[in-house]
C-alpha cells in the first residue's frame, strides 16, 4: 500500500486490520514510519471528498498505539470497541477511556481437524477510525 500508484482515485477506502502489519516484524525488520506513509498514500489516493475507514486491534503494534494516543494519527471519526470476555459480544467505549487501559491481547491455541495447530492473536480493543480528505474547490 505503501507504493500502490494507480492512476485513479477513489471515493472510499476501507482497510480492515491491516495497517498496525506495516513496518512491524521481528526487531531487525521494524520499520515504525511505515504505517505512516500507508496513511499518506491512502489518503492521497482518495478523491476529493473521499473517506479513509481504518479498523486496527490496540496491543498489537504498540508504535501505531502510540501514533494514535499522541495525536500524530488523527481521525475525523473516532470509535472504539471492546469485546467482553468470554463472549462473542462487543460494545462501543469513549477513546478517553479507552486510550489508558491495557490493550494486550491474547494468544489462542486451536488444533484443526487434521491436527494443525493454529496460535490466533485476540484483542480486547478495536479501533475503527475515519479520515475524510478535503473537498478541492475547482
Not at 16 to 29: A, D, K, R, V, Y
Not at 49 to 57: D, M
Not at 91 to 110: C, T
Not at 113 to 137: A, F, H, P
Request: glycine content about 6%; charged content about 30%; hydrophobic content about 40%.
Amino acid at each position: 500500500i505503501i507504493d500502490y500508484c494507480p492512476e485513479k482515485k477513489y471515493d472510499l477506502i476501507v482497510s480492515i486490520s491491516t495497517l498496525e502489519h506495516i513496518g512491524w516484524g521481528p526487531e531487525e525488520e521494524k520499520e515504525l514510519d511505515k504505517c505512516l506513509y500507508a496513511l499518506e498514500n491512502m489518503i492521497e489516493l482518495l478523491n476529493s471528498g473521499g473517506k479513509l475507514v481504518i479498523t486496527f486491534p490496540l496491543g498489537y503494534n504498540n508504535n501505531l498505539d502510540s501514533l494514535l494516543k499522541a495525536g500524530i494519527i488523527k481521525f475525523d471519526e473516532l470509535y472504539c470497541l471492546h469485546k467482553i470476555p468470554n463472549s462473542d459480544e462487543w460494545i462501543q467505549e469513549n477513546w478517553d477511556e479507552v486510550k489508558n487501559k491495557d490493550h494486550s491481547h491474547y494468544m489462542m491455541r486451536i488444533v484443526d481437524i487434521d491436527n494443525i495447530t493454529w496460535d490466533i492473536s485476540r484483542v480486547s480493543y478495536l479501533v475503527i477510525g475515519i479520515m475524510k480528505k478535503e473537498v478541492m474547490s475547482q
